[in-house]
């Protein structure tokens, strides 16, 4: 098992950027707060066919990452890499790492992972959809925290949006509200896999919703979901923005189990002969904070160190009107003792650089592609784009996180090691300055409510991608329409309440 970054300790050089950094990030997301209070935006979710043209590849990958993300919140979320075997074997080996994870869980998943592509290889003989079947189940059995509460909220949208029909003056016995019953009845089964029983029963009927949600994103209920869920009133629209996303949430499982059944019959190199390691999650470092806590203007002030504030006072005002000054408060009260941590993106691409793995010859398929199992955050999205290298990233989803941190310095590198990561640290605080500026002056918010990507869209709403797949370089769009490797003018995801954003077929987050 490699080690991330053996006998490293965090540097405490840049302490000032770093702090300035989480003043930013704390601004951003109370201003966005503001500026949805302003717009009446309740849900935004940005684009969703930014990553429309993965390859088939770049999608098994992520599928492998999402299924190593096994628990809500932040701990479980998965980059994988597929490199070339070495010592003479011929199959890949995946390279994974975790945002926080313990090594005992690693080596869990790890074992996880290859039991899968083990049975895939050696079941390749069954029929298609026997073989479907037991992989869907081994990747529901992984999921099941996830599955569990997804189906829970399922059920929440659903009464929710029967009320909504009923407010619009819809007989109980209508076309949509009848659609919307017979979903709750499949979506009511016991989640329980304390037993062997139980178990097959929940996967049995996990298999059955899952169909059913198929065969509602081949309806007409499917076109009924997007129309509503693009009502102009965001009241209206709310729960039916909730219920698309957990059936794409849900639908996400049949697409990673299908995708892996495909490479396999496909490619079956993939799943011959591999290696499965995985690297050490970052420590997680607390960072110093002043004490006591800025007030709003000044941390507005300490965000903007080298800016005259009282140039922006009338973009300030507009928001402090809509709750900006409170919204800051609370942020600063959430992360009054954070512990941050390497995302596990940045994590394996410090390592990879680290270890001279950064040229296409060293790849599987030459794809120096980081797969992830959520898009990045607007954070690491500037990282990529700031690192000198060819490495592939999904689209940023956008938000931002004050617990991110760079990966360690080994003092023995020495101080042109230090004045690099200055340097990169210099650059994506001067982007994430330019990017909140750009905020607080256009008042658009820039947030999604949900930072995976979710994984049903009726073709109704698939809108014509561009044709190719851009120059193929970590500078990704943070939201932009365009392809998930195209170019992109860094000025980040402007989200609306009707922007149809959450299908995408791509589903690389559960």
Same mark, same amino acid.
């Given at each position: 098992?490699?080690?991330?970054?053996?006998?490293?300790?965090?540097?405490?050089?840049?302490?000032?950027?770093?702090?300035?950094?989480?003043?930013?990030?704390?601004?951003?997301?109370?201003?966005?707060?503001?500026?949805?209070?302003?717009?009446?935006?309740?849900?935004?979710?940005?684009?969703?066919?930014?990553?429309?043209?993965?390859?088939?590849?770049?999608?098994?990958?992520?599928?492998?990452?999402?299924?190593? #993300?096994?628990?809500? =919140?932040? /701990?479980?979320?998965?980059?994988?890499?597929?490199?070339?075997?070495?010592?003479?074997?011929?199959?890949?080996?995946?390279?994974?790492?975790?945002?926080?994870?313990?090594?005992?869980?690693?080596?869990?998943?790890?074992?996880?992972?290859?039991?899968?592509?083990?049975?895939?290889?050696?079941?390749?003989?069954?029929?298609?959809?026997?073989?479907?079947?037991?992989?869907?189940?081994?990747?529901?059995?992984?999921?099941?925290?996830?599955?569990?509460?997804?189906? &829970?909220?399922?059920?929440?949208?659903?009464?929710?949006?029967?009320?909504?029909?009923?407010?619009?003056?819809?007989?109980?016995?209508?076309?949509?509200? *009848?659609?919307?019953?017979?979903?709750?009845?499949?979506?009511?089964?016991?989640?329980?896999?304390?037993?062997?029983?139980?178990?097959?029963?929940?996967?049995?009927?996990?298999?059955?919703?899952?169909?059913?949600?198929?065969?509602?994103?081949?309806?007409?209920?499917?076109?009924?979901?997007? /129309? &509503? +869920?693009?009502?102009?009133?965001?009241?209206?629209?709310?729960?039916?923005?909730?219920?698309?996303?957990?059936?794409?949430?849900?639908?996400?499982? &049949?697409?990673?189990?299908?995708?892996?059944?495909?490479? +396999?019959?496909?490619?079956?190199?993939?799943?011959?002969?591999? @290696?499965?390691?995985?690297?050490?999650?970052?420590?997680?470092?607390?960072?110093?904070?002043?004490?006591?806590?800025?007030?709003?203007?000044?941390?507005?002030?300490? +965000?903007?160190?080298?800016?005259?504030?009282?140039?922006?006072?009338?973009?300030?005002?507009?928001?402090?009107?809509?709750?900006?000054? &409170?919204?800051?408060?609370?942020?600063?009260?959430?992360?009054?003792?954070?512990?941050?941590?390497?995302?596990?993106?940045?994590?394996?691409?410090?390592?990879?650089?680290?270890?001279?793995?950064?040229?296409?010859?060293?790849?599987?398929?030459?794809? *120096?592609?980081?797969? @992830?199992?959520?898009?990045?955050?607007?954070?690491?999205?500037?990282?990529?784009?700031?690192?000198?290298?060819?490495?592939?990233?999904?689209?940023?989803?956008?938000?931002?996180?004050?617990?991110?941190?760079?990966? #360690?310095?080994?003092?023995?590198?020495?101080?042109?090691?230090?004045?690099?990561?200055?340097?990169?640290?210099?650059?994506?605080?001067?982007?994430?300055?330019? #990017?909140?500026?750009?905020?607080?002056?256009?008042?658009?918010?820039?947030?999604?409510?949900?930072?995976?990507?979710?994984?049903?869209?009726?073709?109704?709403?698939?809108?014509? =991608?561009?044709?190719?797949?851009?120059?193929?370089? +970590?500078?990704?769009?943070? =939201?932009?329409?365009?392809?998930?490797? =195209?170019?992109?003018?860094?000025?980040?995801?402007?989200?609306?309440?009707? #922007?149809?954003?959450?299908?995408?077929?791509?589903?690389?987050?559960?």
């Amino acid at each position: 098992m490699p080690s991330a970054a053996p006998s490293l300790t965090p540097d405490t050089v840049h302490l000032e950027k770093d702090v300035q950094l989480v003043y930013l990030c704390t601004l951003r997301t109370a201003a966005n707060e503001s500026c949805r209070d302003m717009n009446n935006i309740k849900y935004a979710s940005g684009n969703s066919n930014a990553d429309h043209h993965l390859t088939p590849f770049q999608i098994f990958l992520c599928k492998l990452a999402q299924i190593c #993300d096994t628990r809500r =919140g932040g /701990d479980t979320i998965t980059a994988m890499v597929a490199l070339k075997g070495t010592e003479g074997t011929k199959g890949p080996t995946y390279l994974f790492a975790s945002n926080n994870r313990k090594e005992v869980e690693l080596h869990g998943m790890k074992e996880l992972l290859v039991d899968l592509l083990s049975d895939v290889r050696n079941l390749g003989n069954l029929a298609d959809k026997a073989l479907q079947r037991h992989v869907l189940w081994r990747v529901l059995e992984f999921g099941f925290d996830r599955v569990e509460s997804h189906i &829970r909220h399922l059920l929440d949208a659903i009464a929710g949006c029967i009320e909504k029909c009923s407010q619009r003056g819809e007989a109980s016995g209508s076309s949509t509200i *009848m659609q919307l019953r017979q979903l709750e009845e499949r979506a009511k089964f016991p989640c329980d896999m304390s037993g062997d029983n139980a178990k097959s029963k929940f996967l049995s009927d996990c298999s059955l919703l899952l169909k059913a949600i198929q065969s509602a994103k081949e309806s007409n209920f499917g076109k009924t979901i997007e /129309d &509503r +869920a693009r009502d102009e009133d965001p009241d209206a629209s709310l729960p039916w923005r909730e219920l698309r996303h957990h059936l794409g949430r849900l639908h996400s499982y &049949r697409q990673a189990a299908d995708s892996i059944v495909n490479v +396999a019959k496909d490619r079956p190199e993939m799943v011959t002969n591999f @290696t499965i390691d995985y690297i050490s999650s970052s420590k997680q470092v607390k960072l110093p904070m002043p004490r006591p806590s800025p007030s709003p203007p000044d941390l507005i002030q300490d +965000a903007f160190p080298d800016l005259i504030i009282d140039d922006y006072e009338c973009e300030l005002d507009d928001l402090r009107e809509h709750g900006l000054d &409170r919204n800051i408060r609370v942020q600063l009260y959430l992360h009054q003792k954070m512990k941050r941590l390497v995302h596990c993106e940045v994590l394996l691409h410090d390592y990879l650089v680290r270890q001279k793995v950064d040229k296409p010859t060293k790849f599987w398929n030459d794809s *120096m592609f980081i797969a @992830t199992s959520k898009p990045p955050c607007r954070l690491c999205d500037y990282y990529f784009k700031a690192a000198d290298n060819n490495f592939q990233v999904q689209s940023s989803h956008g938000n931002t996180y004050p617990r991110w941190r760079l990966p #360690d310095i080994n003092k023995e590198e020495g101080a042109e090691a230090v004045e690099r990561q200055q340097e990169l640290l210099e650059e994506i605080v001067e982007q994430l300055e330019l #990017d909140t500026l750009k905020l607080l002056k256009e008042k658009e918010a820039q947030w999604k409510r949900w930072d995976s990507a979710t994984g049903w869209r009726t073709a109704q709403s698939v809108a014509p =991608g561009p044709a190719g797949l851009g120059r193929g370089y +970590a500078a990704s769009s943070s =939201g932009s329409p365009e392809s998930v490797l =195209g170019p992109s003018d860094g000025n980040g995801r402007s989200s609306s309440p009707a #922007d149809g954003s959450d299908y995408s077929d791509v589903g690389v987050a559960l």
